[in-house]
């Protein structure tokens, strides 16, 4: 089974700090996601990542930064957090890209809250 | 982008069937996923339907009409478990191939 793995389930800051949260999918997918979640507006993606020291702005990628040194790692990195990061991020991971029913896997989440 | 619409929430009875709908809007479709979410837990994948048509599986169908942009989750013997959002992802042609997910149907299954 594929299994995404990431480092806290839940994490507090204060505002300004530098937050790193860490991702490990252990079935050699290509792909590579960072979502956050938030109630009333669903599953956003904040950035993604096709291969190695590759990455892709998603939909909501201000405040945010992204680090794929090694395949099956993605990191997602906020430089100095605020309120409004206070959310649910969802990392995931895809076998390819496009083309044919390519699921995403999703890993248990980090609530974070930003003080 | 796409415009995906789902119902925020639904309450059905144990035993019942119930179907979740999701329209969307989009320059070149290529592909819907359905997720099933617990609270709490990561969002896991139930169906994709690229081509008209009903899919199923077990107790869970879902349908796809490209032409009117619409896809429907049928649930059938509904179980108290079935209690969970439930996300519509479409994914298109352009750029990316990345799915977009609605905002999830809250379904409530009552004894």
């Known amino acids: 089974d594929v299994k995404v793995t990431q480092s806290s389930r839940y994490l507090v800051k204060r505002t300004g700090e530098k937050v790193f949260l860490e991702c490990v999918q252990d079935?050699?997918?290509?792909?590579m996601f960072w979502y956050r979640q938030d109630p009333g507006l669903g599953l956003r993606l904040i950035y993604f990542?096709?291969?190695?020291?590759?990455?892709e702005k998603g939909d909501i990628p201000e405040g945010y930064s992204v680090s794929r040194e090694k395949k099956e790692r993605f990191s997602l990195i906020l430089e100095s957090a605020s309120t409004n990061q206070t959310s649910m991020y969802l990392c995931?991971?895809?076998?390819?890209?496009?083309?044919?029913?390519?699921?995403?896997?999703f890993g248990p989440g980090t609530r974070l809250t930003v003080l | 982008g796409q415009n995906i619409d789902q119902p925020t929430e639904m309450t059905a009875t144990e035993g019942a069937i119930v179907q979740i709908n999701c329209t969307y809007q989009?320059?070149?479709?290529?592909?819907l996923f359905w997720y099933q979410q617990h609270a709490g837990e990561a969002p896991t994948f139930l169906s994709y339907?690229?081509?008209?048509g009903l899919e199923e599986k077990g107790r869970f169908s879902s349908f796809l009409s490209r032409s009117k942009g619409y896809s429907y989750l049928l649930l059938k013997e509904l179980q108290m478990k079935d209690s969970a959002s439930y996300l519509c992802?479409?994914?298109?042609?352009?750029?990316?191939?990345?799915?977009?997910f609605g905002r999830g149907t809250s379904l409530i299954v009552h004894p």
């Open positions: 992802a479409v994914r298109d042609t352009g750029g990316s191939y990345i799915p977009t």
């Open positions: 079935m050699d997918h290509e792909n």
């Open positions: 989009t320059s070149g479709f290529n592909g």
């Open positions: 339907n690229v081509l008209d």
């Open positions: 990542s096709y291969d190695v020291k590759m990455k």
């Open positions: 995931a991971s895809s076998l390819e890209q496009g083309g044919g029913g390519d699921e995403q896997f």
